[in-house]
């Protein structure tokens, strides 16, 4: 798969860039939360589905906007200050959680 071939290799030259603090966000699936034309079917599908596959996998599912609230607030939330951090979909969703709280 050539998406997770190019984004391995953009985290690699990330992580030797040498920039002080780094965080990698790697959500599973991403649902946009504005309406969009979707590119082909199997956006429409899983939109469709989305309900559903949220209650199966709901460690696998996070809604864009509560990824751009966890990307902003990592850097900003005392503790999660270290040099570098790669962020799984089951963490940032526990961030989300936490800053809900």
């Not at 030797?16 to 599973?28: D, E, K, N, Q, T």
């Not at 902003?72 to 570098?84: D, F, N, P, S």
């Not at 799984?88 to 959680?97: A, G, K, T």
Request: net charge positive.
């Amino acid at each position: 798969m050539a998406f997770a071939r190019y984004k391995g290799e953009a985290e690699k030259a990330l992580l030797g860039s040498g920039f002080p603090r780094l965080y990698i966000f790697r959500p599973a699936h991403i649902y946009p939360v504005e309406p969009r034309k979707d590119p082909n079917f199997s956006y429409r599908l899983l939109r469709s589905v989305y309900p559903a596959f949220q209650l199966l996998f709901p460690n696998q599912v996070i809604r864009a906007d509560d990824l751009a609230k966890a990307m902003v607030g990592v850097t900003i939330i005392q503790g999660v200050a270290t040099e570098r951090v790669i962020l799984e979909s089951r963490v940032i969703l526990e961030l989300i959680s936490k800053r809900r709280m």
